[in-house]
């Protein structure tokens, strides 16, 4: 069906202006309304002010976000250290985002513990729904982080198997 002839142009239009027309001052006036924050960062930084684990944790996960930790590349740039690399996996650059997500070690450590957390979530939703009477006393995060921690020996001692029979193979 074609438009009518009645019909206004498409033309763009600005809302908040008196006559939808763009102002300088309306603009300036939305800017503010919504102040400067950002949404993620004020939920982040409300976590970490809501948080109920240890005090020195708390201080931890606040210099963390705050960009505040001494790390190799901080140490570095002050000349405290002679290079800025990873000391764990020594491929990177060792800042914040190096040390807690894309290193080796901190990449195993996530796995481990969200899988371990998600299917322990599950598993308590599932005897709270299904069998109520025989809920495991021991906290949840606390049985995760014990989980977590067998998985991760395995794992490690997966690795070593592996290297020994690797170079057994190389002697062969």
Request: charged share 20%.
């Amino acid at each position: 069906m074609p438009p009518l002839a009645s019909m206004r142009l498409d033309a763009p239009r600005w809302r908040s202006g008196e006559d939808d027309a763009f102002s300088v001052s309306a603009a300036y006036g939305i800017q503010t309304s919504l102040g400067s924050s950002n949404l993620v960062s004020d939920l982040i930084w409300s976590a970490i002010a809501k948080y109920k684990g240890k005090q020195r944790i708390k201080v931890f996960l606040w210099l963390v976000c705050g960009g505040r930790l001494l790390t190799n590349d901080e140490r570095y740039r002050r000349h405290h250290a002679a290079d800025a690399h990873c000391v764990i996996c020594n491929n990177g650059w060792e800042d914040v985002n190096h040390i807690l997500g894309q290193c080796s070690a901190a990449k195993d450590g996530w796995d481990f513990l969200f899988g371990s957390i998600v299917w322990n979530l599950w598993l308590y939703r599932n005897a709270m729904v299904f069998d109520p009477d025989n809920v495991s006393s021991e906290p949840m995060l606390d049985w995760s982080r014990r989980q977590a921690d067998e998985a991760l020996r395995a794992y490690q001692t997966l690795l070593v198997v592996r290297g020994n029979v690797l170079a057994y193979i190389l002697q062969i």
